[in-house]
């Protein structure tokens, strides 16, 4: 069977033991933490997902608090199944600090951003590079602890695709990098087709994100362009062919998680309830 988490950057107005509590009645596995320093200008606004949280975790605080983590997660036999963070590969000092609380709370890896977004104002090629040795720098002080930095696919980046993440991670042994396969990012930005991009990833799949968007037909502009938008749905009536992506991790063997990220203002319970319910009812049978 796959196993299935949440990540808590859709959580913000939970303490860590209230989205322990709740992933566990709906019948999750485990969770994908959020790790995320918060500007200090944004602490006196309402919690929000890319803002400030309740549950107040940060690159600084992170091995004080990963014994209350590891406590909290063991009290409802849930699983710490990796950290939702947004360090640059050249941020050598919030990757170490990522390292040691990872390490502390016996996570299996944290997430390591490209040196750069793409915006197309600076070339590819320069940004792959610095990013390749961002990696290896990275490397030199993850090797050997256990702990994977993983690549996201994901729009304005130069790794927006399963292959062009693949190209930045196959420098390097998957047994220390890897790749979290984003579906719903995908389908904006980079999208191939499920299973040559599953089959290609192979061992650098380490983890994968579920959500869901379509497209909705905006305004037509003066020149007869139609101006597409995107919003969030349920995952059933989404873009994406989500029974495809089960069957293929199924095919492979993928022994990580599914960490679903549900961003709709919509009571968490309501949401991740009703994500959960479709995955199940769409997973392979053995």
């Not at 600084?60 to 590891?70: G, L, S, T, Y």
């Not at 050249?90 to 944290?110: H, Y």
């Not at 994901?154 to 396969?181: C, M, N």
């Not at 959500?211 to 349920?234: F, I, L, N, S, Y």
Request: glycine share 10%; net charge negative.
């Amino acid at each position: 069977m796959l196993k299935y988490c949440v990540t808590t950057v859709g959580l913000p107005s939970l303490n860590m033991a209230d989205q322990a509590k709740l992933l566990k009645r709906l019948g999750y596995d485990g969770v994908e933490l959020r790790v995320r320093r918060v500007a200090e200008n944004r602490r006196e606004e309402s919690p929000s997902c890319w803002g400030v949280h309740l549950n107040d975790i940060t690159p600084d605080n992170f091995v004080v608090k990963a014994p209350e983590i590891q406590c909290i997660l063991k009290e409802h036999g849930l699983s710490l199944a990796g950290i939702a963070s947004n360090a640059s590969c050249t941020d050598l000092e919030q990757v170490k600090l990522l390292l040691e609380g990872s390490i502390e709370a016996e996570a299996p890896f944290f997430r390591v951003g490209a040196a750069a977004g793409y915006d197309g104002s600076r070339p590819y090629r320069d940004v792959f590079g610095e990013t390749v040795a961002g990696y290896a720098k990275c490397l030199e002080c993850t090797q050997g602890s256990g702990v994977k930095i993983l690549l996201e696919i994901h729009g304005g980046t130069i790794h927006p695709s399963a292959s062009l993440a693949y190209r930045v991670v196959e420098q390097f042994d998957s047994a220390d990098v890897g790749v979290i396969y984003d579906p719903q990012n995908m389908v904006k930005d980079g999208f191939e087709t499920t299973r040559l991009a599953i089959d290609l990833l192979g061992p650098y799949l380490a983890h994968c994100h579920v959500g869901a968007h379509r497209p909705v037909q905006g305004e037509m502009d003066d020149k007869g362009t139609t101006h597409w938008q995107w919003e969030g749905c349920p995952m059933g009536e989404g873009l994406y062919f989500f029974p495809q992506m089960l069957q293929s991790l199924r095919e492979l063997d993928y022994q990580g998680y599914v960490s679903v990220e549900d961003f709709r203002d919509l009571p968490p319970e309501e949401k991740y309830g009703e994500d959960l319910s479709y995955l199940k009812r769409i997973e392979p049978k053995v």
